[in-house]
């Protein structure tokens, strides 16, 4: 099973600055089936990226996904208020299916 | 407009079980797997189970395999998750979701149902 590992845990930043989040996982993700997803306190979390760089439906052009193999990136051009929030990685494997999920990576404002 | 809608969540004692149920509408539902993805009390998020479009395939964490049990009724446009031998561990915020644009990332969410498992 592929462990999916976020840092850093948080990242304090002011608005308007540029955030870098990273996920690396254990084992080489195949068809660069990575997500990554933002969540709010008691909300659903949101999908912002899919297949390592491609943006979901609605999704500012602020956030980008990059990587492959094993190293993957989220960044966050200029940071909004709107924009702190906790941030997961996720894979996928298809053969049987299954979805994990990297700890999340908290971004804070400083 | 796309939505899914659980309800079933509560508190249960350990070993109990609960059914949970998900209503989905705006989108074709039988065309799209369905998953059942947790998160317990600040942690993380943790993928549990996911079912094919027609119902005939299941997949499960090993969390949970042998005690859990997905289903869905596509005339009724619901998913269900059975759960039975429920633990502390189990406690968590239930969320469906699927994955309509590709099968990697799910890009529908419900707003969740909280499973909480104490004596």
């Known amino acids: 099973e592929i462990v999916l590992t976020q840092s850093p845990g948080t990242l304090s930043l002011s608005p308007g600055e540029r955030a870098t989040l990273s996920c690396r996982a254990s084992?080489?993700?195949?068809?660069?089936?990575l997500a990554w997803y933002q969540q709010k306190p008691g909300q659903a979390p949101r999908l912002l990226i899919y297949g390592a760089s491609s943006r979901a439906t609605g999704i500012p052009d602020r956030f980008s996904g990059s990587g492959s193999g094993t190293d993957f990136t989220l960044t966050i051009s200029r940071l909004e208020p709107e924009d702190f929030a906790v941030y997961y990685c996720q894979q996928y494997g298809s053969s049987p299916p299954i979805w994990t999920f990297g700890q999340g990576t908290k971004v804070e404002i400083k | 407009e796309v939505q899914l809608v659980e309800s079933g969540g509560g508190l249960v004692q350990p070993g109990g079980s609960l059914r949970l149920s998900c209503a989905a509408s705006?989108?074709?539902?039988?065309?799209?797997?369905m998953s059942w993805v947790r998160q317990a009390p600040g942690k993380g998020l943790e993928w549990v189970s996911a079912?094919?479009?027609?119902?005939?395939?299941?997949y499960y964490a090993d969390s949970v395999k042998g005690r859990f049990t997905i289903s869905r009724d596509n005339s009724k446009n619901t998913l269900y998750l059975q759960m039975n031998s429920l633990r502390a561990e189990d406690t968590a915020v239930y969320y469906c979701?699927?994955?309509?644009?590709?099968?990697?990332?799910?890009?529908?969410w419900g707003q969740g149902t909280m499973v909480t498992v104490s004596s």
């Open positions: 979701a699927t994955t309509t644009v590709t099968p990697d990332a799910f890009d529908i």
């Open positions: 084992q080489s993700v195949s068809s660069s089936y």
């Open positions: 705006g989108f074709t539902f039988s065309s799209y797997a």
């Open positions: 079912i094919s479009g027609s119902g005939g395939s299941t």
